[in-house]
């Protein structure tokens, strides 16, 4: 029998009024005198939750505090804040310093403000910035422990086209990065771009779903006689994968095995969830059964995505039966994979089975996440079961989390469904004390049933909490009641009316055309004629020459 894993509660993070009194104590060095020293004696790290809290007031410090913070935080963090407050002339500033003793910055840096400039469409400015460093190659630093700060690659591995092309890719600009290196093409005829560089360019065609773009791509790769990798084939496969034809990527799985790539799990993987997705399980069965063939162990993804398929289709026996096979195989399952079940039950709101399965997944010792809490408290919301939704959201506390807008949204309807108002207000109120500001239309439907019980005094309550805070007046199209009883009379009346009068002008229609019948019934030889009148008429433009008719 498999040990049982630990339950792990959620990690206590330091809290984010913590982070903006150290950002407070930062800005204040970084404004006064010598900053250099005493910054590193406030003993503060130059933290994610930090820097975040001191964005807003990087444009009201002094010149002279750039460099401080960029000695406290790292060249790569401080460009990085810079740019994304659009302060590019002080990140320039800082990544040329003017010393010419002083040594240079890590390209990690620039591969920062490539990425800021590309995340905010400019990306004329990134090929400039580009073209700085190719020109002047002395202006940047490359060591191999150097890494960008936004997810580019490794400085160790880079180069400034890498990170220009990788960086024009990952924010939506894929014709903008090819259009740099078939320039660079043209400006060197001998220069070809290698490997690394067709795959940033099949990954940033993959992103932007161009399937056309990326077998372009990848015929021109092989007309040039470049040798693909396995990332190469990852991206290819998933590229085939997303637009949903999984029996190409097949086909290259086994191309990759003929040219003697060894496959891994990126590469087939996309294949199993592409084929779950798509219902075909046992197309999917087969290829997990190939794996060792590629040299390839199955992982918790790989069963996941079964489990997210069969539970996408209904089938909660097939995903039961993938449940077992992979505590056979020794792999615990994740929340994630018990949230596939609890997607289920949510739909069908059954109560039952998704209140047996949490209380099995907690006894058996795996630890529900947010999203776990959030499909339970909408379950059992729908189902209309108030007690059992306060004890969830109790247990959600107790493992650590506190009830955010969802939850709290949910509660709240519920409680109004259930002719419950006040117990919804007070819920109402306790949102705003844990700084959460309720939707528009969760105040409208609470106003409106205040209003109708005649109490004042919470309406008050209601309409000043609102008032206290920013908030958006939009409500959803479905919403009935977004103008109010008085307006959806006056609509009724004025569609009663409209319709009154409709069936007065279509009763007068009938009435006329029926007269028009009553007139039209005439002899065949009446109506001929009438007819040879007619002509003569024409004709001779004198009626009195019409004759008698033979009858």
Not at 169 to 186: D, I, M, N, S, Y
Not at 332 to 339: D, I, L, M, Q, W
Request: net charge positive.
């Amino acid at each position: 029998m498999l040990p049982r894993p630990m339950r792990n509660h959620a990690p206590t993070l330091p809290s984010d009024s913590a982070a903006a009194a150290s950002a407070a104590t930062v800005l204040s060095i970084l404004r006064g005198t010598n900053p250099d020293r005493l910054l590193p004696a406030a003993g503060i790290a130059p933290t994610p939750t930090v820097l975040q809290h001191l964005r807003p007031a990087l444009p009201t410090l002094p010149d002279p505090a750039i460099p401080a913070l960029a000695r406290w935080a790292g060249a790569a963090a401080a460009v990085s804040l810079l740019a994304s407050r659009g302060l590019f002339a002080a990140a320039w500033r800082l990544l040329l310093p003017q010393p010419p003793s002083s040594p240079p910055p890590p390209l990690a840096a620039f591969a920062s403000l490539l990425r800021r400039y590309a995340r905010l469409g400019r990306t004329a400015a990134a090929v400039r910035a580009f073209r700085f460093l190719q020109r002047n190659p002395d202006r940047y630093t490359v060591s191999a422990d150097d890494d960008a700060d936004d997810g580019s690659p490794s400085a160790a591995e880079a180069s400034p086209l890498i990170l220009a092309v990788d960086a024009l890719c990952k924010e939506g600009h894929p014709r903008a990065a090819a259009q740099l290196v078939e320039q660079l093409r043209r400006e060197d005829p001998a220069w070809a771009p290698d490997v690394r560089t067709y795959n940033v360019l099949l990954n940033g065609w993959s992103r932007a779903r161009r399937l056309d773009k990326v077998e372009k791509l990848w015929a021109a790769m092989r007309d040039a006689g470049v040798r693909p990798t396995v990332v190469t084939y990852g991206t290819l496969i998933d590229a085939y994968c997303v637009m949903r034809r999984p029996d190409q990527a097949i086909g290259l799985l086994d191309q990759m095995r003929e040219e003697g790539i060894e496959a891994n799990l990126l590469t087939c993987n996309p294949i199993v969830y592409a084929l779950a997705q798509a219902g075909r399980f046992g197309d999917a069965h087969k290829v997990l059964e190939k794996f060792p063939l590629y040299g390839v162990a199955p992982n918790i993804s790989t069963f996941n995505s079964l489990v997210l398929g069969y539970c996408k289709h209904g089938d909660l026996a097939g995903a039961s039966k993938v449940l077992k096979a992979m505590l056979g195989r020794g792999i615990s399952p994740t929340a994630r994979t018990y949230n596939y079940f609890f997607m289920v039950f949510a739909r069908n709101c059954s109560v039952e089975l998704g209140m047996n399965l949490y209380s099995k997944m907690v006894s058996s010792g795996y630890a529900p996440d947010l999203l776990t809490y959030h499909l339970l408290v909408k379950m059992l919301c729908e189902a209309n079961r108030l007690e059992l939704t306060l004890q969830m959201l109790q247990e959600m506390r107790n493992s650590g989390f506190e009830p955010d807008l969802a939850t709290s949204t949910m509660l709240i309807h519920l409680l109004c469904r259930r002719h419950q108002f006040e117990e919804a207000f007070a819920e109402f109120e306790n949102m705003f004390e844990r700084g959460i500001v309720p939707q528009y239309i969760t105040y409208r439907l609470l106003m409106k049933e205040l209003k109708r019980l005649g109490l004042v005094k919470l309406v008050q309550k209601l309409t000043d909490l609102m008032r206290s805070v920013p908030h958006s007046t939009k409500l959803p199209g479905s919403y009935r009641d977004k103008e109010g009883d008085d307006a959806i009379e006056k609509k009724k009346s004025i569609l009663q009316k409209a319709q009154a009068v409709s069936d007065v002008l279509k009763e007068r229609k009938d009435s006329k055309k029926a007269h028009e019948l009553k007139n039209s019934e005439e002899t065949d030889v009446e109506l001929a004629d009438r007819i040879v009148a007619n002509i003569r008429r024409r004709v001779y433009g004198d009626v009195s020459r019409t004759g008698p008719s033979v009858s």
